[in-house]
């Protein structure tokens, strides 16, 4: 993490030693897939540069707290023509990441290992088409209630970044869903409620079944809920 930067987050970012491949790979394969912030902050970052020279032909998604990756590069493989930002604070999840990105050999991933805020703020207005925001919400009592990434304005950030008609899709535990739908249907600055089910998308065979996304469809219960918002 950039020490300039203010300390937006809370809660561990090293879990145990990183094995020497998973440090190697910290080492060598994310600094070619980080997405580096402009040094004035005035600037916007520019995704074609970002993406090899050119932007993505289907668009640029972000996916705030991928996790171990599995997400993340899953979506990178069935969408090749979409240039993903992944954002997770949590080194150990990084390393994951890179791992199944190296397996995988998707090239359209870009990284970055902090507040998923901080790139946020650093987009450019109505520059994504879709988003994720996968469990982000640990914190249950209420007086930690200040620490959730979804507020309002986050919110109102996340809505200027959307293209009109885009999806944002979020997904916690049934026992945190019903205050983040809450926070979500009450938004007033252009993201609607358009869906709310049970259950995950389908797991395709021989795919990792750690993911929570596809955990129903190896027939193990979940209990998770989908909620999908668009920009209007």
Known sequence: MDEGRRRTLHGRRRGKKLRAGQQSLLDTLLPRLLLALPADAARKIDLARAFGGRLPTDGVWLEVGF???????????????????GCEPYLNGVA??????????VKNIRLFADDARFVMAALPPRSLSRAFVLFPDPW???RHHKRRFVQRETLDTLAGLMIPGSGASARDRRSELPALDGRACLHPSGLRMAGRTSGGLARPAGRLAADPLRAKDAGRPTGRCFLRLVRR
Do not use: D, N, S
């Not at 171990?68 to 930002?85: D, K, N, R, S």
């Not at 994951?96 to 050999?105: D, N, P, S, V, W």
């Open 140 to 142: 249950p009592k209420t």
């Open 67 to 85: 996790g171990a990756g599995e997400h993340l590069v899953w979506q990178a493989e069935q969408h090749p023509g979409v240039g993903l930002i």
């Open 96 to 105: 994951k990441c890179l791992a199944h990105i190296e397996r995988t050999g």
